[in-house]
C-alpha cells in the first residue's frame, strides 16, 4: 500500500488530502501532524501491486527463462530463416508478460505510459521480425518489394537476446538506472540491489557462461539432434483402414499427428529439466578444505593475542580453550571421565604416555568435535571481547515441549508404538547413555543420602566385585532411586536428544559460557587482579557476558501455564539470564470491552510472587489491540523485537541447537558485518561519500548441521536436503532464508522488519524480510566456517507434512510483489541465481512430475496396435533416452549431498551414505516428495488456502497403518 504518488508511489505531500478535500501541504508545516488524524487514508493510498492468483505470475516474473530456452533451442537445431521466426516467438512472449503486467500494478499514467511504450516497440518489432514470412511468397503478395530475409537475421537474434538478458523493467524506459526523477522511488525501495565487486561479477558470469554452454551443447546432440529421427518417421506416417461408426476416420487418421505433438512436449519438458540438472552440476561447489592444524588455528582465528597487556605462550592459551571444549563434551555425556583425564591438554613426559585416547569401538568423532576444525572460508578475523558487538537471540515459542516429562519418556505414545522413548534413544546413542549411566552411578555412590548404607551390594561390591544385577535399574532407566535429582537427570539426558526448548536454551546459552572464555583468556591481567577470588571472578565474566548477549524467548501462553509453568521456572533457575517475553491480560475497565493487552518481560532474576506462581515483570507495555494476524511465529518475532539489545539479531526456532566451539566462533562472525574498522570520514563530507559507496551488510548466513540424520533413513534423507540448502556457491542472487542467519538489527528494522506477519501470503515468512534487505542496498553474505544444529521432521508424515508446508508458501511467494520487482529489475546473472535457487526448484518438480504423465500418454498411444507395417525404431531409441533422463534427474538430486559429504568426511563416508540412500530406496519417498509438492503448488496457485501445519518433530516410533496413510496421502500423490 502507496501513497498516491509516482508508479512506484514515494508519498507526496501535495497528494495527500484531508477530509474537507484540501490538501495536507497547504497548511502550514508546524500545523501539518496535528492534522494527521483528519487526512483521508483511503484516497491518500492505493496499491501498486495488486496479488491475483492466476498462473500469468510465471509468465511475468520469469520471462527471462522462457525466452533463453526458446533461443536456445531454436538457434540450435533450425535453420537460419527459423530463427528468425525463432525471435517472433520471443518477441510475442515478451507481449503476453507485457499484457498480463497491465493486470497486476495500478493504471496510474506513469504505469500505464511505461508499460505502453514498451508494447508499441514490442509490436513493431513482431511486425519486422515476422515479415520474412511474406518473402516466401514475395512474388505472390508484394512482388519484388521485399528483399531476402538475411538483413533481418541479426537485428532478430539482437533483439531474441535482448529480450533474454535484459530485465523487462529495464526496457523502454530503465526503472533500475534511469535518471527520471519517476523511477526514484524504484530505485530507492526495490532495485536498490548490492553491487558485485568486480572478481564476484566475473565469475557470475563466467559461471552462468559455461552453464548455458554445456546446456546447450547436451541439448543439441542428446535432445535435438537425436530427436530429428522420430519426428522425421511419425511424419510420414499414414494410418489406412481406421474407419469408426461415431467419429469417421478423422481421430485415427490424425493418430499420428497427435502421436507427434504429445512427444514433441515430452522432448520440450525434458529440455526445461536438464536445465535445472546443469544449475546443482555447476553450483554445487566445495567452498572448503580440511585443516588438521587446530591448534595454530584456534590461535590465530579466535584468540586475539595481539592485544594482551600479559604475554602468554600460545599453548598456555590454547590449552584453556580446548580444555574447555573438552570439559563440555563431557557435561553432555559425550566422553568419559577417563577419557577426559587423557583429553585434556597438557605436557606429558614421555611419548609412551602419549597413546591412543578414546576406544576403538566408538563411532566416528562427535558432530561438533568436528566443527572445531571448520575455519574453511575466509573469516576478518576476530575482535576482543570488550571491541565486540552486542547481540541477541530471538526465539518463538507456543506449544513445542519445553522439558519431556517421566511420563512420556517411560511409557509407549500409543497401542500402535512398540517401544518407549526412552528405549528408543539409547539404541540411536548407546554410548551416550553408557556413559551417563556411569556418571549417575558415581553420583549416587556420593551422594549424602547413600552415606551409610550402599544400595548396590555388599561389601564384597565395594572391593571391587561388583553386582550387576542391582545395577539394572540405571541402565533401563538412568536412576534407582525416585529422587527428583535422579528422575530430572534422566529427564534433561532424554530433553537433550529431543526437539525441544531446553535443548535449544542449553545450546545458546553456550554464547555466555564462550563470551566468559573468551575474555578470561584474552584478559590474562583480570585474572591476576582478582587473584585467586573465584567468586569475585565470576561475578566479573558473568556482567561481561550479560552485557554482550541477551537470550529472550517469546512464550506467547506463558501466563496461561499450568502443567508447563514447572518446566519454565526450571529453565529460569537454570539460566537466570535468561529472558522471557509474554503476552499478559487484564480485564478492561470498561464493562463488555476487549481485555487489556500487555507485552511483558521477565528473567531468572525477576522476583518470584508466591500467590500466583509468576514472576514479577521488569518492563510492562500495553499494547493498542491484538498483535496475533498471522499463524503466530512471525508474530511472536515481531512481538519480541522491543526487547532485543545491540546491533545484531539472530532469529532461532525451537528446534535448533548450539555447541560450544561454534559460539567460540561469535566475534569472527560478527565481523562479517564490516563494521569492526569504519571510517572517520563523513558520508557528508567532500570525499566521505567514497567511503559509503560499498552497500552495507544485512544479513550474514551461516550453515545448519542436521543432528537429526542418524535417526532412520528420513531423517537422513530430510537432513540431507537442509545440510547442502545452503551450501551451494553464492553468486549474486540467493537468498538463503535459514534461522542460523545473523541479521543486521538496525539495517532490518528500517527496511521492512525481521518477519512478515500476514496470514497466508507469508506462509515462509523468512524469506521476505531477505527480500526486502536485498532489494533496498543490504548485502548478504555467507559463511561456512561457522553453524548450527537443527532437527527436521522425522516420520513418513511428518516429512511429507513438511514438503506440503514448502509447496503451498512458494506459491504465495510468486504472487507477491517481491518476486515482481526481482523478477523484473534483477540483472541477468543475478536473476538466474535467484530464479533456480528458489522458485525454479519447485517449477521443476512440476515438470518432472508432468514429463512422467505425458511421457506414459505417448507410450499409450504408441503401443496401440496399428494396421499396416511402420519403422518405429527411432522412436522407441528415443524412448529409451526419456526413461534414461527422467532416472537421471532423480540421481542427480544425490549430487549435492554426495559432494558435501566428499569435501567434509571422505570418500568412504560419502559413498556409504549414498548407498545407504539407494538400498533403503529413498528414491522411491523422492517421487512421493516430489509429487506432494507439485501438487500442493498446482492446488494453491489454484484455489489458495496455504496454512502453517504444525509437523510435531517427534520421534518415528509409532506405525501407522498403510489404510490411513492412503487415506491422508492418495488425493495428493495419484492426482
Not at 558 to 576: V, W
Request: glycine fraction near 6%; hydrophobic fraction near 40%; include cysteine.
Amino acid at each position: 500500500m502507496t501513497a498516491s504518488t509516482s508508479s512506484s508511489g514515494i508519498p507526496r505531500a501535495s497528494r495527500i488530502p484531508l477530509n474537507d478535500r484540501t490538501c495536507l501541504v497547504d497548511l502550514s508545516p508546524a500545523q501539518r501532524f496535528m492534522k494527521f488524524d483528519k487526512i483521508d487514508w483511503n484516497r491518500a493510498f492505493f496499491k501498486t501491486y495488486q496479488e491475483k492468483r492466476t498462473l500469468l505470475q510465471l509468465l511475468v516474473h520469469f520471462n527471462h527463462i522462457w525466452v533463453i530456452h526458446n533461443s536456445r533451442d531454436t538457434t540450435a537445431t533450425m535453420t537460419w530463416s527459423t530463427t528468425v521466426l525463432g525471435g517472433a516467438v520471443s518477441t510475442i512472449i515478451m507481449i503476453l508478460a507485457t499484457l498480463a503486467e497491465f493486470t497486476f500494478i495500478t493504471t496510474t499514467w506513469n504505469n500505464t505510459s511505461h508499460l505502453s511504450r514498451r508494447l508499441m516497440f514490442l509490436l513493431v518489432a513482431l511486425g519486422l521480425t515476422s515479415a520474412h514470412v511474406l518473402h516466401r511468397n514475395r512474388k505472390r503478395w508484394l512482388g519484388r518489394l521485399l528483399p531476402a530475409p538475411y538483413p533481418w537475421y541479426h537485428p532478430v537474434l539482437h533483439r531474441s537476446y535482448r529480450y533474454a538478458i535484459l530485465p523487462s523493467g529495464r526496457m523502454f524506459g530503465d526503472r533500475v538506472a534511469g535518471k527520471s526523477h519517476k523511477y526514484l522511488a524504484s530505485q530507492t525501495f526495490t532495485a536498490s540491489y548490492p553491487t558485485l565487486t568486480r572478481n564476484q561479477r566475473i565469475g557470475s558470469i563466467a559461471l552462468w557462461t559455461l552453464f548455458f554452454g554445456c546446456k546447450a551443447t547436451e541439448s543439441y546432440f542428446y535432445l535435438a539432434l537425436l530427436f530429428k529421427d522420430p519426428v522425421h518417421v511419425m511424419v510420414g506416417i499414414k494410418i489406412q483402414q481406421c474407419d469408426d461408426r461415431i467419429f469417421g476416420n478423422a481421430l485415427r487418421t490424425n493418430q499420428a499427428a497427435f502421436t507427434l505433438a504429445i512427444v514433441f512436449i515430452v522432448d520440450l519438458t525434458l529440455f526445461f529439466l536438464d536445465t535445472y540438472l546443469w544449475y546443482v552440476i555447476w553450483n554445487t561447489t566445495p567452498l572448503k578444505d580440511i585443516f588438521t592444524r587446530l591448534p595454530k588455528r584456534i590461535y590465530a582465528k579466535i584468540l586475539v593475542a595481539a592485544d594482551m597487556e600479559v604475554k602468554y605462550k600460545p599453548k598456555v592459551l590454547v590449552s584453556q580453550v580446548w580444555n574447555a571444549i573438552i570439559i563440555s563434551m563431557y557435561c553432555e555425556h559425550l566422553l568419559l571421565i577417563d577419557h577426559v583425564q587423557k583429553l585434556l591438554y597438557h605436557q606429558v613426559q614421555r611419548q609412551s604416555d602419549a597413546g591412543r585416547v578414546l576406544p576403538r569401538r566408538k563411532r566416528g568423532s562427535p558432530p561438533h568435535l568436528v566443527l572445531c576444525s571448520e575455519f574453511d572460508d575466509y573469516n576478518p578475523g576476530a575482535a576482543p571481547v570488550d571491541a565486540m558487538p552486542t547481540f541477541t537471540v530471538l526465539t518463538p515459542h507456543y506449544l513445542a515441549k519445553i522439558l519431556l516429562s517421566l511420563r512420556e519418556i517411560i511409557r509407549e505414545e500409543d497401542q500402535n508404538t512398540s517401544v518407549t522413548l526412552l528405549e528408543y534413544l539409547k539404541q540411536l546413542h548407546p554410548i551416550e547413555w553408557e556413559n551417563f549411566v556411569k556418571d549417575t552411578m558415581i553420583l549416587a555412590k556420593e551422594s549424602a543420602a547413600f552415606n551409610r548404607i550402599n544400595p548396590f551390594g555388599n561389601s564384597s561390591d565395594e572391593q571391587g566385585g561388583g553386582n550387576k544385577t542391582d545395577d539394572l535399574p540405571f541402565y533401563a532407566i538412568g536412576f534407582k532411586s525416585a529422587a527428583p535429582e535422579f528422575t530430572l537427570r534422566t529427564r534433561i539426558w532424554a530433553s537433550l536428544r529431543a526437539q525441544t526448548l531446553y535443548r535449544t536454551v542449553s545450546g545458546m546459552m553456550n554464547y555466555a559460557k564462550a563470551i566468559k572464555l573468551l575474555y578470561r583468556v584474552g584478559n590474562p591481567e583480570v585474572v591476576q587482579l582478582f587473584g585467586g577470588n573465584t567468586e569475585k571472578l565470576e561475578h566479573e565474566l558473568g556482567r561481561v557476558a550479560r552485557r554482550k548477549f541477551k537470550f529472550v524467548i517469546s512464550m506467547q501462553r506463558y501466563s496461561k501455564f499450568n502443567k508447563e509453568q514447572e518446566n519454565a521456572e526450571f529453565m529460569l533457575r537454570a539460566y537466570p539470564d535468561l529472558q522471557i517475553a509474554y503476552l499478559d491480560e487484564e480485564p478492561s475497565k470498561k464493562e463488555g470491552g476487549e481485555p487489556r493487552l500487555f507485552l511483558a518481560l521477565i528473567d531468572g532474576h525477576s522476583e518470584l510472587m508466591p500467590k500466583t506462581g509468576h514472576r514479577r515483570s521488569k518492563f510492562r507495555i500495553e499494547l493498542l489491540e491484538n498483535p496475533i494476524l498471522g499463524d503466530g511465529k512471525s508474530d511472536d518475532q515481531n512481538r519480541e523485537i522491543i526487547f532485543y539489545r545491540g546491533e545484531y539479531l539472530r532469529l532461532i526456532d525451537v528446534n535448533q541447537d548450539n555447541y560450544l566451539e561454534e559460539c567460540l566462533k561469535i566475534h569472527n562472525v560478527l565481523g562479517e558485518f564490516e563494521q569492526y574498522h569504519t571510517t572517520q570520514q563523513s558520508p557528508y563530507a567532500q570525499w566521505g561519500h567514497k567511503e559509503f559507496q560499498q552497500s552495507p551488510v544485512a544479513i550474514v548466513e551461516a550453515r545448519e548441521y542436521i543432528f537429526s540424520e542418524n535417526i532412520g533413513i528420513l531423517g537422513d534423507v530430510a537432513g540431507g536436503k537442509e545440510q547442502t540448502f545452503g551450501t551451494l556457491a553464492w553468486i549474486g542472487g540467493k537468498l538463503h532464508y535459514g534461522h542460523p542467519d545473523f541479521l543486521n538489527a538496525t539495517f532490518m528494522s528500517t527496511r521492512g522488519g525481521v518477519s512478515k506477519a500476514q496470514k497466508g501470503p507469508h506462509l515462509n515468512e523468512d524469506i521476505f524480510a531477505n527480500m526486502n534487505a536485498f532489494g533496498r542496498g543490504g548485502r548478504i553474505k555467507h559463511t561456512e566456517y561457522f553453524q548450527c544444529g537443527k532437527g527436521r521432521d522425522l516420520g513418513f508424515g511428518t516429512v511429507l507434512n513438511f514438503q506440503t508446508k514448502l509447496g503451498n508458501g512458494m506459491p504465495e511467494q510468486m504472487l507477491s510483489r517481491e518476486y515482481y520487482y526481482l523478477g523484473t529489475q534483477l540483472p541477468i546473472n543475478r536473476f538466474l541465481s535467484f530464479y533456480y535457487g528458489h522458485p525454479g526448484f519447485h517449477i521443476n518438480n512440476i515438470l518432472v512430475i508432468l514429463s512422467a504423465q505425458v511421457f506414459i500418454l505417448a507410450l499409450l498411444f504408441l503401443v496401440d496396435n496399428q494396421r499396416g507395417c511402420y519403422n518405429l525404431l527411432p522412436v522407441f531409441d528415443w524412448i529409451k533416452r526419456c526413461i534414461i533422463s527422467i532416472f537421471l534427474v532423480f540421481a542427480i538430486a544425490f549430487l549435492p549431498l554426495f559432494l558435501q559429504e566428499l569435501t567434509e568426511r571422505g570418500t568412504g563416508r560419502a559413498l556409504l551414505r549414498l548407498a545407504k540412500h539407494f538400498l533403503s530406496l529413498s528414491p522411491i519417498f523422492e517421487v512421493f516428495s516430489t509429487q506432494i509438492q507439485s501438487n500442493s503448488i498446482i492446488t494453491n496457485t489454484s484455489f489458495g488456502g496455504a496454512r502453517y501445519i504444525a509437523t510435531g518433530r517427534g520421534f518415528a516410533t509409532t506405525r501407522i497403518s498403510f489404510s490411513t496413510l492412503y487415506s491422508r496421502l492418495a488425493l495428493s500423490i495419484l492426482v
